[in-house]
């Protein structure tokens, strides 16, 4: 069975600070891993993700991950925090061959001025 | 403009009746699914459908009901055996269901019991 471990429910950093979000993940097959972010009152928009090839993936504003296989981790960085970054952020795992997204509880991330 | 609609954004039902929730797209994915959101559970798997009249139970299904009779609609009823059916609702497609695709969400229906 898949699932996604978050390390955080709150992540607290300054603006133009060094954004870290850990996921961990567990999963019998190589697995296809999301993360997706979550503003107020919204739905989820997706930021990257891994499938195959290049184990570090960029995405949309200024986010990457990089998929380490050893670690079992997928964690989000991006170099230099802004007001707007403040969210909800999701990792989400789905094993090949499955219909379902997995999701980890979610990481709120807070950006002090 | 291609997406995700969800209706009605806020939604209020006395204890024992049923609500029915709408999600539409325009996107002509095969794919949908609901999803339901409480603080610090992250997302739930409710129902999901491949394909049109076609569709499968997922992790919280207990209490709710859907359809598919249309690719571009997939309907949820949250009945009156549902115990806690306060929570938000997210609404997502995809292009295939493929394990590779991305799921487009909408903006969710946030739905309270009184």
């Known amino acids: 069975a898949q699932s996604v471990t978050q390390l955080g429910s709150h992540v607290s950093v300054s603006e133009g600070a060094l954004v870290l979000l850990r996921c961990n993940y567990s999963s019998s097959v190589p697995p296809y891993l999301f993360w997706y972010v979550q503003y107020p009152n919204q739905g989820l928009q997706l930021l990257l993700k891994y499938t195959t090839g290049a184990t570090l993936v960029k995405g949309i504003n200024g986010f990457e991950a990089e998929f380490k296989k050893s670690e079992t981790s997928f964690h989000l960085t991006k170099p230099s925090a802004h007001m707007s970054d403040a969210a909800e952020y999701f990792c989400a795992v789905r094993a090949q061959g499955a219909q379902k997204l997995v999701f980890g509880q979610g990481t709120r991330l807070t950006i002090n001025p | 403009d291609g997406g995700i609609t969800q209706s009605p954004k806020y939604l209020f039902r006395k204890e024992g009746q049923n609500v029915t929730l709408s999600c539409e797209q325009n996107l002509n994915h095969d794919a949908m699914y609901w999803y339901r959101q409480d603080p610090g559970q992250g997302l739930r798997l409710i129902y999901y459908?491949?394909?049109?009249?076609?569709?499968q139970k997922g992790d919280i299904a207990e209490g709710y009901s859907v359809s598919r009779e249309k690719k571009e609609s997939f309907p949820l009823t949250v009945t009156s055996a549902q115990k806690n059916p306060t929570a938000f609702y997210l609404c997502?497609?995809?292009?295939?269901?493929?394990?590779?695709?991305?799921?487009?969400f909408g903006p969710g229906t946030r739905l309270t019991v009184l």
């Open positions: 997502a497609s995809s292009p295939s269901g493929s394990t590779t695709d991305t799921q487009y």
């Open positions: 459908s491949q394909i049109v009249n076609d569709f």
